[in-house]
Structure formats: C-alpha cells, structure tokens
C-alpha cells in the first residue's frame, strides 16, 4: 500500500530525472527496464485479461453468441444481469447505509476523539468531496461481472480559471489589480474623462479604464476514480497490489497535448508522438463496452493541442541509484511503446485499490467473477429457450406444403391475416402440423435455475418472489431461506470491505494528514466541531463492521430493544453507578437502534450525556473531630435559639402587662367620672383629671422600659 501522498501528475521539465545526475543508472538502461515490464504486463491484459472481461461483459448485455441461424430464434438469456442486479441493491445498502461499515480504532485512550472525528472526516470526504455512491456502483459491478475493480486515490491541485468583466475603474483600482498575482488582464480599453472648461494636456487627464481579467485560483483536491479495467496493468507474477511481489503498475489513457500542458509538461517536441487516433479503439475490452467508438481515425481535422497521446502513469520498483536495494518510483512515458519520457521521480509507493469479491488462494487478485459461475447456464438456458421458441413458432405457424404448378406461390407466401390463395385444384396445399414440445423442457430450466441459486445463494423465496414456496413452508423455513441469501451476500460484502474499502480508507487518512495544512469545521452529532488533520495519527487501525450471520435489520432491532430494556432494568435496580451498565452505554444503544431505523443523527432523539459538562466533584467526608465540632456548634447554636425565644416571649409579656395596666387605669378613671356626674349632677372639669391620667400613663410606660431592661440584661 502507498504510504504517504500520491501526487497526480506534475512536473516542468521533460526527459529529465528529478534525482540528482550521479551514481545513477543509465537513461538508456533504465528505459529498457521500465519498457520491458511495461510490454509483459500490456501482453498480460490484453492478451489475457481482457478477453475473458469483455465477453463477461457480452454476456451481461446478452449480446447474441455468434453461432445464430437465420430463420430460427436467437433469444439470449440474461441470468448473469438479472444476478448481478439482484445482488448489487443489497451491497450498495450495506455499504452506504446510517451504520459505519468502516472506522477508525484509537491506539491509545487520548486518540479516542481523533479516531471518531478522522472516520467521519474521511467518510464525508469520499461521499460528499467525490461521487462516492457512483464510484462504489461501478466498481461493485465491475467485480461481480468481471472479477475485479480498481481504484486510484490521489491528491491533486486543480486550477480554476474564472473570466470577469469590469467597467469604468480608475488608475488606482487598476493598479490594485494588476498587484494580485493570480489575476491576468486579458484586455483593456482606456479612455480620457475629458473636464470642461480645463486647458489640461490629453496626457494629463484622468483615465477610466474597462478591463477583461482571468483570475486563476488553484486548490488541493483529494480524488477517488474507479479505473476502466483495460487501463490498468499489472505485473503478471504478483500475488496482490499490496504483496512484495508488486512491483509494477500503469495507468495509461489517452491525452492531448492541452491536458499534459495543464499539468506542467512542456510540450514543445511532443507533436511527433501525437495523433488523431484512439488507442483503445482496437483494445478488446473497450470495443465490448464502446462498439460504437471503434475507429483509427477521427473524421474532420484536429488543432494541435487536441491531438492525443497515450500516457502512461508508471510506478515501479527498480534500483535506480544503484544501491542494491529496489526503490519505487514514479515514471511517466508517452507513446505506444512508452517511447519519450517525461518524468522520474522517487515515490512512496503506488497510488491504485483492488477489489475483487471472490478471491482465490495463492491469487489475491482474484479469476473468478459471477460470469465464471453463470456463462454455461446462460449459454445452455438460451439453447434450450431458442428450442422452445422453435417449437411454439412452427406449431403456430407451421410449415406449408403444395402441389407444384398448382398454386400461387406469391399468394402462399403472403402472411396477411385473410390473404387469398389461388389454387387450381382443391386440396394442392397441406399444412405440415408440428406439436408444441416445449413443456417437456420446463424442467430442465427449472433445474438449471435451481443451480443458479445454489451457486449464488441468490433465491426467488429470499427476495419474496415464490408465493408457492413461501405459503407452504413455516415461518423458520423461509427465515433460514432468507438468511442464507444475506449470508452469500454478506461475505461478499466482508471482502469487499477487507479487499479494498480498508485501504481505500487508509490511504484517505494519509493523503489528508499530508496535504490538509488547515483546520476544517465540520458536523458531528449535531455540533461543529473544528479538525485539525495533522495531528491525527496515520497508524490508526481500521476495522470492518460488515458481519456475517448477523440478520436483518429488523433482527438487530429487536435484538438492540431487548438490550435497552435490560440495561434500563439495571439502571432503574441497582442506580447509575453499578458495575455493569452506565448511562452512555444507554445512549449508544439508543443510537444505534435510530441508526439502523435509518436516522443518521441521533441527536435528533438523544442528548449524548458525555458531551454534557461534569458535574462538580462531591465535598469529602468530614473528620470525627470535624463531626464532633460541627455537632457542638449546633447544640450552642440550639441554645441560643432557645434564650432568644425566651427572651422575646419575656419582652412581648412585659409589653402586654403595660398595655393592660395603661388600659385598667383609663377605665377606672372613666368610671369614676361617671359616678361624680351621676352624684353631683354637674359638669366636671376634666383638665386636671386627663392631666393625671397622662401622669399614670407615662409612669406605667416607664415600668414596661425598666422591666424589658432587666429581661434584656438576663
């Protein structure tokens, strides 16, 4: 696997190796070596490879077979497509549903954000940066109908040139412009503004200007291509991309000479090694799939730079600085024969992903595909189908004979519904009646549909479509029927996943740990939360949650809401703090339980109690001298609440006995009024008598002061 950054193409000068010119292998001897492997593993796709791929491809279109006969059927059958179909809406859901079919695992406890935030970065990278549901849909089917898929991941600086229109500007805005080293003024048009009533020289007026600019903005871009199969090639001996024993890989497309320029080559000298043809145009593989395109030559005339080439993207392990040990290194050649080269240069490694759905021992690679397990039912099927047709045609329209000179051929040989036929004697035409023999060979397709099922696990009851096999068998019946189609399709998913999606991830965190220099906000469990790739760890461990055996969703919701209702028990008996079960392991199973119902946020439902902030820590226990002080103080403190009350009830009594004392003394001297009025019949001076009242009044009040003093003082 490549281990750091894959830089798509680049370079300025052509022929020259980046390396410097000394203790070096010869340039004449280094190409011979590059080309030679190059011719080896070109002789091995096209002359052996590519022949099997395109008439796998032949057969999932139903091409006709080439051995058909005028006037009879010529039906193909399509039980290759019809499985491949079949199979590829269950790895796509496997593989693009809410679950995290691959994450990274942290090395250490600290890592345990990284590890979360760089499988939710690299996922979004790959789904949303690039067209990853596309991606994964062509390479899938390429593996079930060819046996293989090869991805290309790489880093790549795009540049971007926009075109804006400005009018009127005056010099300074001009000047800022022309100070911006990604603008380009393409056109200008100045103009004086001419100010009346001034004798100013034409030279001295202010100008406005009108410009036409191209601003050029280039960006790092972190791709994932699926590779058309005929344009990778590969060492025949190797036992896997990632295997030692790789030591060569190419990527050839064509190019023209506009595109190798965008990349930095200079192209000057190249025209002799372009052309206005296709290579491809007579590559097996690509005819199969391209029939339409097959020409040597292009009609109408081709400026210069949109004649092509063919590139070859090279990494090798060769021992370049002569040192005994093979180093690899990326090459770049032009040419069918990889005649001119463009570039040399040291590298990490290969940049390419192979998958492969059924690999074979010893052969990672992988030589089986679904065309391998289905080409001779299809071919028998169609045989037998042709037949059928056959039959059914000649006992519908059967075969007609006549008495020569007695009847008009032309008439005989219109098949209008109602033509007449002339005849000169009754009776000159018989027709030649053949029995519809058809039936007898329903069993036999029966038979080989049987077969196709026991070899692809891919069944009619699985898929809910044998209404006579799913009524008369029990519920546990059509449960195991269902399972073993999930369990055939999930250990495809499983290698597909451990084949190539692995390190297709790994290589991901790698090129984004290189390349990304800058923080990137992004989304997760509803928070944005800031990423700073580089501080990732790149030897994270990666693991593959597509199991085998686990069930449907529907399994696996029941299975998680029996969880939660135990995990509830728990909590709910012994408390938030058992030994067993805490409340995030709750949250997570609540997450799960909306992810597989297929909620990508659960948030939406659940506060994830570890992104709440702690709760402050408990005081500590107090010391018995503490107990004992704290206990002490609240006795005194007891006490002292008790004299309080004492002494407010002493003082609300003392108060009291003043008022009723004031209030005796106001009635005795009220009623002693009312006798000397009711004795003496005459009016009473009542001046002396308040004045002694007032006297009695303020002697009382003095009473009650003294008397809350001294209660006051105890």
Known sequence: MPEESYQEEGGTVTGAPSVPEENVMPEDEFLGIVKSKLTDSRDFVDQWLSPDRAKAHEYYLSREFGDEETGRSQYVDSTLRDTVNSILPSLLKIFFSSERVVEFLPKHPEDVPFAEQATEYCRWLFSQKNPGYMILHSAFKDCLIKGNAFLKVYHEEVEDVTTHQYTGLDDDTVASLMTDPDIEISAIDSQPIEVAGADVPMEELPMIHDLSIQKRTREGQIKVENLPPEEFLFNRRNKGLNDPTCDFVCHRRIMTLSELQSMGYDTEGLEEYAGDGFYFDTQEEFVSRRPETQSDKESGQIETAGKRVLYHEIYAKIDFNQDGHQEWRRICLIGEEGDHLLMNEPCDGHPFIALTPFPEPHDPLGSLSMWHMLRDIQRVKSSILRSMLDS???????????????????????????????????????????????????????????????????????????????????????????????????????????????????????????????????????????????????????????????????????????????????????????????????????????????????????????????????????????????????????????????????????????????????????????????????????????????????????????????????
């Open 392 to 714: 059914l045609s000649l006992s519908v329209h059967p075969r007609i004979s006549f008495v020569d000179g007695e009847v008009s051929v032309s008439d005989l040989m219109n098949n209008s519904v109602g033509a007449l036929v002339r005849m000169r004697t009754p009776g000159s035409i018989q027709p030649l009646n053949v029995p519809y023999v058809g039936q007898a060979a329903e069993g036999v397709l029966r038979y080989f549909d049987s077969v196709r099922e026991e070899r692809t696990g891919i069944t009619k009851a699985a898929a809910g479509l044998d209404p006579e096999v799913l009524q008369s068998a029990t519920r546990q019946a059509v449960n195991n029927t269902i399972t073993q189609s999930q369990e055939k399709i999930g250990l495809i998913a499983r290698t597909l996943a451990e084949t190539g999606i692995k390190d297709l991830f790994r290589t991901l965190l790698k090129l984004v740990v290189t390349h990304q220099d800058q923080p990137t906000v992004l989304r997760l469990r509803n928070n944005w939360v800031p990423m700073q790739p580089q501080s990732w760890d790149t030897s994270m461990d990666v693991q593959v949650n597509v199991g085998l055996g686990a069930g449907d969703e529907a399994f696996k919701l029941s299975m998680l809401q029996a969880i939660s209702a135990k995990q509830e028990q728990i909590l709910q008996t012994v408390g938030p703090d058992n030994p067993l079960v805490d409340v995030g392991q709750l949250y997570n199973t609540y997450a799960k339980m909306a992810e597989i119902a297929g909620y990508k946020d659960p948030s939406q439902f659940f506060k994830d109690p570890r992104l709440e902030p702690p709760k402050p820590p408990a005081p500590p226990e107090p010391s018995p001298e503490e107990l004992l002080a704290d206990v002490q103080r609240q006795q005194i403190q007891a006490q002292m609440q008790i004299e309080a009350s004492k002494l407010a009830l002493a003082t609300d009594k003392a108060q009291t006995d003043a008022v009723l004392k004031q209030s005796e003394l106001e009635t005795d001297a009220a009623l002693k009024m009312a006798e000397l009025k009711a004795k003496y019949h005459t009016q009473i001076d009542t001046t002396e008598l308040r004045g002694m009242l007032d006297t009695q009044r303020e002697l009382v009040r003095q009473q009650g002061l003294l008397e809350s003093a001294r209660i006051n003082k105890r």
